[in-house]
Nanobody, 118 residues
């Protein structure tokens, strides 16, 4: 059974920083893409940032220049450093890993709360 362990959420004041981490275990094949999504109350889940095994990254416009995603291929972990946090960054953040080639899969974490106070 694949497990995704998310950590690092919490409450922070506007302008502060948080780092979220997600560790995947019990996977047979390394993920092609690892990423973070978020969902605020009343909103749809949206992609925040993703990173491929080769290190290619994608960022939503709303977080460009403030968030940095990274991954450790050996440990199947993905992290996102979130700086200059804004109240509108408040949401539940979800880790997602996926593989589109042999042994394809898609797994989601349970989600972790990030709250930014003004």
């Amino acid at each position: 059974q694949v497990q995704l362990m998310e950590s690092g959420g919490g409450l922070v004041q506007a302008g502060g920083s948080l780092t979220l981490s997600c560790a995947a275990s019990r996977i047979a094949f390394s993920p092609n893409t690892m990423g973070w999504y978020r969902q605020a109350p009343g909103n749809e889940r949206e992609l925040v940032a993703s990173i491929t095994r080769a290190g290619n990254t994608y960022y939503a416009d709303s977080v460009k220049g403030r968030f940095t995603i990274s991954r450790d291929n050996a440990g199947n972990t993905v992290s996102i450093q979130m700086n200059s946090l804004k109240p509108e960054d408040t949401a539940v953040y979800y880790c997602k890993i996926s593989r589109a080639t042999i042994g394809s899969y898609e797994y989601w974490g349970k989600g972790i709360q990030v709250t930014v106070s003004s």
